[in-house]
């Protein structure tokens, strides 16, 4: 079973713009993990947020975390062509637990 | 530093073939897991390892075998190839968390991945 579901599915912008990509989760987690993949690549890890934090920075990401409505969010800013990739969460309970990914397409 | 190494990276079986998939990673990471990547489905965890000598069935371990026999290697293995096998498979390893241990411990390190087409 799926513990993160992530929304879109798939998302355009035009470069520049500021892309945001959901994930809700089932049970209650440890933390919650956003990976990259760019295509035909392995998932690179972006950024890990504790299930006692709120939000967190790095660069141009920006996650937060609800654990009340167990849903957490990706934000990149200032959207570059290079950031055209899937993004993935995973949810931390038990066990690591992967949602089907954001596939994000920026547009030069 | 070569970080999560997969051999090989393409493949194509004939139904009843067996294979080995290799995953070598150069980071004396305790974990060790083996992933397949389907269209629509994210990724599923096939098996998993603690340590050497050590395996666990993940969520979709059915037509797989996993052998740690060093701490070094995590093989997957299919014992006689199925069409619904058609994947690309991903290996990933991460350290053991500690408490106080910064971030990386908990996040997965993952190779380049594995195309294994089964006709």
């Known amino acids: 079973s799926q513990q993160g579901e992530e929304d879109p599915q798939a998302l355009s912008i035009q470069e520049g713009e500021n892309a945001t990509m959901n994930c809700s989760y089932k049970?209650?987690?440890?933390?919650l993990q956003w990976y990259r993949q760019n295509s035909g690549r392995g998932l690179v890890h972006l950024i890990l947020?504790?299930?006692?934090?709120r939000e967190k920075h790095s660069g141009r990401l920006r996650v937060t975390l609800d654990t009340s409505k167990k849903s957490s969010s990706l934000l990149i800013t200032a959207s570059r062509a290079a950031d055209t990739a899937s993004y993935f969460c995973?949810?931390?309970?038990?066990?690591?637990?992967f949602g089907q990914g954001t596939r994000l397409t920026i547009n030069p | 530093n070569a970080g999560v190494t997969q051999t090989p990276k393409f493949r194509v079986l004939k139904t009843g073939q067996s294979m080995t998939l290799l995953c070598a990673q150069d980071m004396n990471h305790e974990y060790m897991y083996w992933y397949r990547q389907d269209p629509g489905m994210g990724l599923r965890l096939i098996h998993y390892s603690v340590g050497e000598g050590t395996t666990a069935k993940g969520e979709v371990p059915d037509g797989y075998n996993v052998s740690r026999l060093k701490k070094q290697n995590f093989l997957l293995g299919l014992e006689s190839a199925a069409p619904s096998q058609t994947s690309v498979y991903f290996c990933?390893?991460?350290?053991?968390?500690?408490?106080?241990?910064?971030?990386?411990?908990?996040?997965?390190?993952f190779g380049a991945g594995s195309r294994l087409t089964v006709l």
């Open positions: 049970t209650s987690i440890n933390n």
């Open positions: 947020i504790r299930s006692n934090e």
């Open positions: 995973a949810a931390r309970a038990q066990k690591l637990v």
């Open positions: 990933a390893s991460r350290g053991t968390p500690r408490e106080g241990v910064l971030v990386g411990a908990n996040v997965l390190t």
